[in-house]
Antibody, heavy 121, light 111 residues
Framework: EVQLVESGGALVQPGGSLRLSCVSSGFSLSTYSMTWVRQAPGKGLEWVSGISESGGRVSYAESVKGRFIISRDMSKNTLYLEMNSLRGEDTAIYYC??????????????WGQGTLVTVSS | QIVLTQPPSVSGAPGQRVTISCSGSSSNIGADYDVHWYQQLPGTAPKLLIYDNDNRPSGVPDRFSGSKSGTVASLAITGLQAEDEADYYCQSYESSLSGYVFGTGTQVTVL
């Protein structure tokens, strides 16, 4: 059974840093592209970052470029999102999701339950 | 921020048909990138409803269908049921960003 479990969300001050983790099971990160999506309170979905199955292609939304870093540890089946220089507008539930496969734009077929990041002084 | 435009809300009586539009541009939907749809029930993670414009994952009722033409994609729900009350989002690829874009979201209400 495919499962994604995020963790690492917390209350952090503006300008601070946080690392989110997403532990996967039931499949290998080496065969699927992965993505981070966030949702601010009461708002819609916003794509944050993605990494290809090979790890050779990464991309970021303009809103986080230069501040966030996506990575993964294959030995731990874990996807990460390192977030730096956090701002109030980064406050959101962060979801990791698996690309369905069959190309970079194939839809996200499995999602984690989300982890809440709150940026506030 | 580049987004796909959806109506904020649609509603219908049980059994009726409703449609949700998703309007993009020549750099996303109009560039022939596939569109995917998600259903988000209150307090839960999104769920893939339609992929590659008009395909349903296993387990999704055939009451849900998708289509795409030009720069606009659509999601139709026929035989509307109370359990369909949720937020719905479209999603595609944006070439200028080398990344993904989501729609603004549509809240479906069953009257």
């Amino acid at each position: 059974e495919v499962q994604l479990v995020e963790s690492g969300g917390a209350l952090v001050q503006p300008g601070g840093s946080l690392r989110l983790s997403c532990v996967s099971s039931g499949f290998s990160l080496s065969t699927y592209s992965m993505t981070w999506v966030r949702q601010a309170p009461g708002k819609g979905l916003e794509w944050v970052s993605g990494i290809s199955e090979s790890g050779g292609r990464v991309s970021y939304a303009e809103s986080v470029k230069g501040r966030f870093i996506i990575s993964r540890d294959m030995s731990k089946n874990t996807l990460y999102l390192e977030m730096n220089s956090l701002r109030g507008e980064d406050t959101a539930i962060y979801y990791c999701a698996r690309n369905r496969g069959g190309g970079w734009n194939s839809g996200f077929d499995y999602w984690g339950q989300g982890t809440l990041v709150t940026v506030s002084s | 921020q580049i987004v796909l435009t959806q109506p904020p809300s649609v509603s219908g009586a049980p059994g009726q048909r409703v449609t949700i539009s998703c309007s993009g541009s020549s750099s996303n939907i109009g560039a022939d990138y596939d569109v995917h749809w998600y259903q988000q029930l209150p307090g839960t993670a999104p769920k893939l409803l339609i992929y590659d414009n008009d395909n349903r994952p296993s387990g999704v009722p055939d009451r849900f269908s998708g289509s795409k033409s030009g720069t606009v994609a659509s999601l139709a729900i026929t035989g509307l049921q109370a359990e369909d009350e949720a937020d719905y989002y479209c999603q595609s690829y944006e070439s200028s960003l080398s990344g993904y874009v989501f729609g603004t979201g549509t809240q479906v209400t069953v009257l």
